[in-house]
């Protein structure tokens, strides 16, 4: 089975800084999608951002990037020109490329960022 | 654009209480998903349904049931509360697919176990 591990249960920026939040990951699968998650306080989950384990690129959205570094099994996340509505929890998740995964995410415990005005 | 969504939103029960939490979605997702959303643990899967009348267990399926009778809703029950079961409940839905497609997820409904 897939374990995803964070390992900074709180983060902190100042606004307008740069934050990296660490992403690991275990699995003995080659293909797979890892993803990251943005949880405000309203409860919503809003996807940030996804990779492919099949591409070499980082994925980038806008301001969110990340550092995806398949042999390490590590997937951070990147938050740069940090706002003060970025403040929420995020979770990394995993899910499987097989047709039998259903789609399946595997989540890591999360981490809240508080983002200092 | 509805969405993921569930119901109720809140609820307080006592131990030993049964009630059902009822998910809805309107984009015509094949696969509908249960998690729990507990301090330090993040989101962990309780059920799952890759289609209409077809479900299937997850990572913390005891305690609970599932159904889904019709491809838009997918129920998850709780027969007989307990403490342990109070949490932020999650429905997620996707289309069938092996690629990157993401889960939708709804707001989430806030259980309390007396």
């Known amino acids: 089975a897939q374990t995803v591990t964070q390992s900074q249960p709180e983060m902190s920026v100042q606004e307008a800084e740069t934050v990296t939040l660490s992403c690991t990951y275990d699995t003995s699968e080659s293909d797979y999608y890892l993803f990251w998650y943005k949880q405000p306080p309203s409860r919503q989950m809003i996807l940030v951002i996804r990779?492919?384990?099949?591409?070499?690129q980082n994925a980038t959205e806008n301001r969110f990037s990340v550092n995806f570094q398949k042999a390490a099994k590590s997937f951070s996340l990147k938050i740069s020109d940090s706002q003060l509505g970025d403040a929420a929890m995020y979770f990394c998740?995993?899910?499987?490329?097989?047709?039998?995964?259903?789609?399946?995410?595997?989540f890591g415990q999360g981490t809240i960022l508080t983002v200092h005005p | 654009n509805a969405g993921v969504t569930q119901t109720p939103k809140f609820r307080v029960l006592k131990t030993g209480q049964s009630m059902t939490l009822l998910c809805a979605q309107d984009?015509?997702?094949?696969?509908m998903y249960w998690y729990r959303q507990d301090p330090g643990m993040g989101l962990r899967l309780i059920h799952y349904s890759v289609g209409e009348g077809t479900t299937a267990k997850g990572e913390v399926p005891d305690g609970y049931n599932v159904s889904r009778l019709k491809k838009q809703n997918f129920l998850l029950g709780l027969e007989s509360a307990a403490p342990s079961q109070t949490s932020v409940y999650f429905c997620?839905?996707?289309?069938?697919?092996?690629?990157?497609?993401?889960?939708?997820f709804g707001d989430g409904t806030r259980l309390s176990i007396l």
């Open positions: 984009m015509n997702h094949e696969y």
């Open positions: 998740a995993y899910r499987s490329a097989g047709g039998t995964s259903y789609g399946k995410l595997t």
């Open positions: 997620a839905s996707s289309i069938r697919t092996d690629g990157n497609q993401p889960q939708h």
């Open positions: 990779q492919e384990a099949y591409k070499q």
